[in-house]
């Protein structure tokens, strides 16, 4: 019903930037919410930062002041704007987005596929 479409992984030194992206598409009434977890090997996924369609914004602890979370209402898209990365950020990244779906108005949570971040030392 909801497809979440991400870009922008890669290879990157430490203290550089990655940008990543994220359309969804489909049966959408409204996104309540959009965002980034990540989930690195053996350790379970954990949020990095959602944007609430209010504006609020969440943040882990750990990219607080280099992470930069924005959204773009008309194209249900959700950037995530990494800099000063460091080798502990390396993880599969996967975008997450709540949505009211059209019809029932029913809430479902959504996932990307994921993609991968590798931050050298």
């Known amino acids: 019903q909801v497809q979440l479409v991400e870009s922008g992984g890669g290879l990157v030194q430490a203290g550089g930037s990655l940008r990543l992206s994220c359309a969804a598409s489909?049966?959408?009434?409204?996104?309540?919410?959009m965002g980034w977890y990540r989930q690195a090997p053996g350790k379970q996924r954990e949020l990095v930062a959602t944007?609430?369609?209010?504006?609020?914004?969440n943040f882990a602890d750990s990219v607080k002041g280099r992470f930069t979370i924005s959204r773009d209402y008309d194209k249900n898209t959700v950037f995530l704007q990494m800099d000063s990365l460091k080798p502990e950020d390396t993880a599969v990244y996967f975008c997450n987005a709540v949505v009211t779906i059209t019809g029932l108005h029913t809430v479902h949570d959504y996932w990307g596929q994921g993609t991968q971040v590798t931050v050298s030392s």
């Open positions: 944007a609430r369609s209010g504006g609020n914004a």
């Open positions: 489909g049966s959408i009434f409204r996104i309540n919410a």
